[in-house]
């Protein structure tokens, strides 16, 4: 099944090539990363796998580093990029409707997903670009700019 999903998606890309087109070959990956069958895809994205039904559920820090939504599978998609693949992830947030609530959640997501170097993708243009401009103000999008994990640092050491 991979190698006629990888066959597959080959075909997709050589085609639009053939036609003029520049491919952006999107796929979502629900928990999954297969670096040889995707390796004709530009972007893997996940986010359903993590919802927020209500602002009393616990936030992405909360749950960062316990079950499915923990730092290994989030890691996992972060890591993506050495395979040529953006990582983007899709928000869950529920509660869109009670915006203190919805603030909150949103950073809490923002703040994990970022020190992953996973684009978090919202269906609220305010949210996305609040946090572009971030990046931007610390220069964190020029080109020599190198992203290194937390996990990789020896520095700081826990107790």
């Not at 039904?53 to 993506?80: C, F, H, N, Q, Y």
Request: hydrophobic share 40%; aromatic share 14%.
């Amino acid at each position: 099944m991979l190698l006629g999903m990888r066959e597959k998606l080959k075909r997709i890309r050589q085609v639009m090539l053939d036609n003029g087109k520049r491919p952006v070959i999107w796929l979502h990956t629900t928990a999954k990363m297969y670096p040889h069958a995707f390796a004709f895809a530009d972007i893997v994205s996940d986010g359903e796998s993590v919802l927020f039904e209500k602002p009393t559920d616990p936030d992405w820090v909360d749950i960062w580093g316990k079950g499915k939504a923990g730092s290994d599978w989030i890691r996992g998609l972060s890591r993506s990029q050495k395979f040529g693949f953006v990582p983007a992830f899709l928000n869950y947030i529920r509660f869109w409707n009670q915006p203190a609530a919805y603030g909150k959640a949103l950073r809490a997501m923002y703040g994990v997903l970022a020190i992953h170097d996973i684009i978090p993708l919202t269906n609220d243009a305010a949210s996305e670009s609040w946090f572009e401009n971030i990046k931007k103000d610390y220069d964190i999008t020029s080109r020599g700019v190198e992203f290194k994990g937390f996990w990789e640092q020896t520095a700081i050491q826990p107790d």
